[in-house]
C-alpha cells in the first residue's frame, strides 16, 4: 500500500496546547515512530517531518498526486470547555471517517483496539462520521483522522509529555494498519 501519514499542525499553528504542550510536536513524533514501523511493508509518505506549517490543501494533494491508498491525519483533541465542578474531564481517543465510506470504516474498525490501548482505563470514543474536516472531504482514497487523547487531560497530557509514550502511540497506529492490510489480503 501507498500510505500518507498526516501529523497535523505544525510551524506558525500549533494546534492544541496546554502548559508546555503543543499538539503538533505531539503529534510529529507519533508519525515518525508510525512511518518507521510502516515502511518495513509499506510505501510511506509524510506530509511534514519537521516543524513546518503545511497547508490543508497541500496535505491533500500529496496524498492525491501520489495515489495514495489511504490517508491517516494524527492529532490530539482538546476540550475548549473549562472543567465544571464535579464533571469528568473529557478524555480517551476517537477516529473520524467521511461519511459513508466503507473502506475507511475497515480500516478505522482494525485500527481500534490498538488505538483503544492507548489509554486502556479512559474509554474509546468511538469511530465517529463527519463531512466537516477538510483532509477527510478532499482526500480521493480511504481517510481517517485520529485524535489520539486529550492534551488538557491530565493523566493524557502526562502521558503526551513523555517521548517514549509518543513513540509507543505510533508504533500501535502502525499495528492498526498493518492488521487492516493483513485482512485485506484474506489472511486473518
Ligand atoms: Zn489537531
Known amino acids: 500500500m501507498k500510505i500518507v501519514l498526516d501529523p497535523g499542525h505544525g510551524g506558525k499553528d500549533p494546534g492544541a496546547m496546554f502548559r508546555a504542550l503543543r499538539e503538533a510536536d505531539i503529534v510529529l513524533d507519533m508519525a515518525l515512530a508510525c512511518l518507521s514501523r510502516l515502511q518495513l511493508w509499506h510505501c510511506v509518505a509524510l506530509t511534514r517531518t519537521s516543524d513546518v506549517y503545511v497547508p490543508l490543501a497541500d496535505r491533500v494533494q ?28 473529557a478524555k480517551g481517543e476517537e477516529i473520524w471517517i467521511y461519511p459513508d465510506s466503507s473502506t475507511s470504516l475497515d480500516v478505522a474498525n482494525a485500527i481500534q483496539d490498538h488505538v483503544d490501548s492507548f489509554f486502556p482505563d479512559h474509554h474509546f470514543r468511538g469511530i465517529k462520521e463527519t ?40 508504533v500501535q497506529l502502525a499495528r492498526g494498519i498493518l492488521l487492516y492490510d493483513k485482512g485485506k489480503q484474506g489472511a486473518v
Not at 498526486?65 to 464533571?87: C, K, Q, R
Not at 482514497?141 to 485520529?146: D, S
Request: charge should be negative.
Open 62 to 89: 500529496i496524498a492525491n498526486w501520489w495515489g495514495a491508498d489511504l490517508f491517516v491525519s494524527i492529532h490530539t483533541n482538546a476540550d475548549p470547555d473549562p472543567d465544571a465542578p464535579g464533571m469528568p474531564e
Open 131 to 170: 463531512d466537516h474536516l477538510y483532509v477527510l472531504k478532499h482526500t480521493q482514497m480511504p481517510a481517517l483522522l485520529i485524535e489520539t487523547g486529550f492534551i488538557d487531560n491530565i493523566n493524557e497530557h502526562t502521558a503526551f509529555a513523555n517521548p517514549l509514550f509518543r513513540r509507543r502511540i505510533g
